[in-house]
């Protein structure tokens, strides 16, 4: 079942008609939740990203989606049940690049959450650097949106060559973060992710992760950009993403890294997540 405008139905009609803006334009954003047990994690944090982000594409907020509505609405898709939601919002049908209404609307789907606390994942995951196409040093490249063509054409330059993910380049050929989590390098006693004004994608665990690594007395954390030629001198990469929590990078080009530190951040994750709930 999918949540259309509050109306629980079996099939999306509306967000797949080719009318609709998303479909043709990918006028749309997506923010993606974690439901456990009936239980939102970091609804604030995700409720106040996608009001942003929707005036910044100048989406016209009704009066109704409040974080309350927000909330009710989400959890009246999953039914008390533990899973993923997509919330999409998307401008009204009509209009060519100029839509004839700044009025959305929005489709819940809901979808299978395999692990239900966040969890370290290990093991071969080789990364490669994407060249055929960068990421802007701007304010839209933060944003959640369903434009993912850049990504799609990595995923499959990445399947072709035997990687599990790419590691995707912004204007000034920085590292940004990978097809879809934000990255972070461990070298010796420090940690570092690119900065937002580098173009990465504002996710929430991404800023979770930051809560957490600040905390942490022995560690020099900064928001920097990173270079390719860091990634082969660094101790450990990781990847952050709410589907799954985190990803160890194993190998990129001749460089193999270990996981320790990020193994050791699982338990204080999951601890600032419980305390959301």
Not at 33 to 52: S, W
Not at 71 to 85: H, P, S
Not at 105 to 123: D, N, Q, R
Not at 258 to 275: D, E, H, I, T, Y
Request: aromatic share 10%; proline share 3%.
């Amino acid at each position: 079942m999918v949540n259309v405008n509050g109306e629980l139905i079996k099939e999306d009609t509306n967000y797949l008609n080719h009318e609709n803006r998303a479909y043709r334009f990918g006028d749309a954003l997506v923010e993606t939740l974690r439901v456990v047990n009936g239980h939102i994690y970091f609804l604030e944090d995700h409720y106040l990203r996608l009001m942003a982000s929707m005036r910044i594409l100048r989406m016209e907020i009704p009066m109704h989606l409040t974080m309350e509505f927000f909330a009710a609405e989400v959890l009246k898709t999953v039914v008390g049940k533990t899973a993923l939601v997509d919330f999409y919002v998307y401008r009204n049908h009509g209009g060519t690049h100029l839509p004839k209404t700044m009025e959305i609307s929005y489709t819940i789907v809901p979808k299978a959450l395999e692990y239900p606390f966040f969890a370290h994942l290990t093991g071969t995951y080789v990364v490669e650097l994407f060249k055929d196409f960068h990421k802007s040093n701007d304010l839209l490249s933060t944003l959640n949106t369903t434009h993912r063509v850049l990504q799609v054409t990595g995923a499959i330059f990445a399947h072709e060559n035997g990687y599990e993910d790419c590691l995707v380049l912004n204007d000034s050929k920085s590292v940004l973060e990978s097809l879809g989590s934000n990255l972070f390098l461990v070298s010796k006693n420090s940690v570092k992710t690119p900065p937002l004004s580098e173009g990465c994608t504002n996710g929430i665990l991404r800023k979770k992760m930051i809560e957490v690594l600040k905390k942490l007395p022995d560690i020099t954390f900064s928001e920097s950009p990173i270079s390719p030629f860091e990634l082969q001198k660094a101790d450990e990469l990781f990847l952050t993403h709410i589907d799954y929590g985190i990803q160890s990078i194993s190998r990129y080009r001749k460089k193999e890294y270990n996981s320790q530190f990020a193994k050791g951040l699982l338990g204080k994750l999951n601890a600032v997540a419980r305390l959301t709930v």
